[in-house]
């Protein structure tokens, strides 16, 4: 148990943590300790699946929670489901938000208050590229925000907030509050998933200057730098900036990120990128490449995200829009991101006037128009 105990405690130090996980398990397994086992199982599959070994990490913290929920080790159980589903979100996201359902309910059903925080904030976020998101308001209602302590009710308000602006809703109150909130925060990694969540907000508002600026802050932060620096280059694409999108891909790419959804999801913004730089032949291949990840992992916000910034770059004459556009319309009303379906529509006002002689770089409530060609 000290074995298991000291491999949890050393998990910043990886190679050590792992080391004593096996020490731990070579016994355990023999004595038929199976509570250790699951403990140990789930510790060394954290750290392998967030340091570079996802699929066996993966694995471990399969079996582990497995076992636990096999003899009725709440704690252990409910931590697997965590650690899984944040694990498994760059990897297969729809399995992701499962997972992460699976530990709300294990967590609620042993009474583990703080992991119960945990699980629905790393499942909100795997449910946000997923366009998965009826669930959420039940399960935000049920656990009354102002009753919870203050990081606990930040870190949960994130994720009302992102949906809420995804569906077009005000969002006025929540950014201030989450404004304030940051203003009290001293972690580093808390200020980072603060901007990052405004910065999506931003984003679905189309503010995009301030989603650049926002997301440019929490790529500051190693862990959510991935994050930050996709919407950075998203942003910057909806402002045809080809020199700021190509820079945050080049650092996103520095990072090194591991998992499909990320390779998936940086493909399709290149595409933007690339037309930018006048390359329409190769965004043509990029996006249609990008799309075809994203729908084969369940990506549907994602998806829909990048058709926008397609209609947004696209020559005048491309053929697709039409087909693209009215995708991009049904994946958005059908998981109910209103502000998204907004976008779609000034996109492509934005494409009728300057096909009409319009101002082709002017804007459309605040919107960015397609560039001339």
């Known amino acids: 148990e000290l074995r298991s105990v000291l491999a949890r405690a050393l998990a910043d130090e990886p190679d050590e943590a792992v080391a004593w996980a096996d020490r731990t398990l070579w016994d355990s397994e023999r004595l038929g300790l199976d ?19 996802p699929h066996e990490g993966v694995a471990l913290l399969e079996a582990g929670m497995r076992l636990a929920e096999t003899r009725g080790f709440g704690l252990v159980a409910g931590r697997a489901a965590n650690n899984l589903c944040a694990a498994l979100s760059v990897e297969d996201p729809r399995q992701a938000v499962a997972v992460g359902r699976r530990g ?14 945990g699980s629905l904030s790393n499942a909100i976020e795997a449910a946000l590229g997923v366009g998965d ?3 959420i308001d039940p399960e935000l209602d049920a656990l009354q925000l102002g009753d919870l302590e203050r990081a606990d009710h930040v870190g949960l308000l994130v994720g009302r907030a992102e949906i809420d602006a995804m569906r077009g809703g005000a969002t006025a ?14 972690d580093p990694v808390a200020i980072a998933a603060v901007a990052a969540a405004i910065a999506l907000i931003r984003l679905a508002e189309a503010r995009f200057e301030d989603a650049f600026a926002e997301a440019t802050t929490a790529a500051g932060d190693p862990l959510n730098a991935p994050q930050g620096l996709r919407i950075a280059a998203r942003s910057a694409v909806r402002l045809l900036d080809a020199e700021r999108a190509r820079n945050a891909l080049e650092r996103l790419a520095a990072l090194g990120a591991v998992g499909t959804a990320n390779t998936a999801a940086s493909r399709a913004i290149d595409g933007g990128v690339l037309a930018l730089e006048g ?10 490449d990008g799309w075809a990840r994203l ?4 990506l549907e916000h994602e998806l829909g ?23 991009a319309r049904e994946i958005f009303g059908r998981i109910g991101a209103r502000a998204w379906l907004a976008q779609v529509e000034d996109v492509l006002a934005a494409r ?14 605040g919107r960015p128009a397609v560039p001339a060609g």
């Open 35 to 53: 509570a250790v086992t699951a403990d140990a199982l789930v510790t060394k599959g954290s750290i392998l699946a967030f340091r570079g070994r």
């Open 104 to 117: 709300i309910e294990l967590a609620r059903r042993y009474g583990l208050q703080g992991l119960l925080v």
């Open 133 to 135: 998101w009826d669930w």
């Open 173 to 186: 109150a929540f950014v201030a509050e989450l404004e304030e909130a940051r203003s009290g925060l001293s």
């Open 279 to 288: 390359r329409w032949g190769e965004a043509t291949v990029a996006f249609r």
């Open 295 to 298: 729908r084969e992992l369940g």
């Open 305 to 327: 995200a990048s058709m926008v910034d397609f209609l947004a770059v696209a020559p005048p004459a491309e053929p697709s829009v039409d087909d693209v556009a009215a995708e």
């Open 352 to 365: 009728s006037d300057a096909a009409s002689g319009g101002a082709p770089r002017g804007t459309r409530r």
